[in-house]
């Protein structure tokens, strides 16, 4: 399997794709921010990120990767991603390269990185554990759903 990241913001055609993608395999879970996935709320996600990465898995459209800085004095950022169809067609790859982006990308960038998770989203619970990221705590939002808050620093 190839695999290709980039750095570079992605262009308009990579988020439409994704987005269409994501909704087809997985509406509710399709983003960890959650939020409604529209290509226009991920642009502006997109444009809100200090650190963004994208990728491929031969050739198709993967996930994005993206940390707002949310403490500029600390240098924490929330973590947030977008998952496709081809990242779960292929989820042993997609873990092992999540992992590589937070550790040797985005934790070298921001020192501590938090991140959400809807209590019904256990997949994403498992993949962010499996990273190496601490529970914290568990929060009532808005919607009176749960949400895990985890954790992970620069070693």
Aim: glycine share 10%; aromatic share 10%; hydrophobic share 45%.
């Amino acid at each position: 399997m190839t695999v290709q990241l980039s750095l570079r913001r992605p262009t308009p055609g990579y988020l439409v794709a994704v987005v269409a993608d994501a909704r087809a395999t997985d509406a509710r879970g399709a983003m960890s921010a959650g939020e409604d996935l529209s290509v226009e709320f991920l642009a502006k996600r997109c444009a809100e990120s200090d650190t963004l990465m994208h990728g491929w898995f031969d050739g198709e459209p993967a996930g994005l990767w993206g940390v707002v800085v949310e403490h500029p004095v600390t240098g924490r950022g929330d973590l947030w991603f977008v998952g496709t169809k081809t990242a779960q067609r292929h989820p042993m790859t997609f873990a092992r390269v999540s992992k590589m982006i937070v550790d040797d990308i985005l934790l070298r960038r921001h020192p501590k990185i938090l991140i959400g998770v809807d209590d019904w989203y256990e997949q994403a619970l498992r993949w962010v554990l499996w990273m190496g990221f601490e529970h914290r705590t568990i929060s009532q939002w808005k919607e009176g759903g749960a949400v895990h808050i985890l954790t992970k620093e620069a070693a």
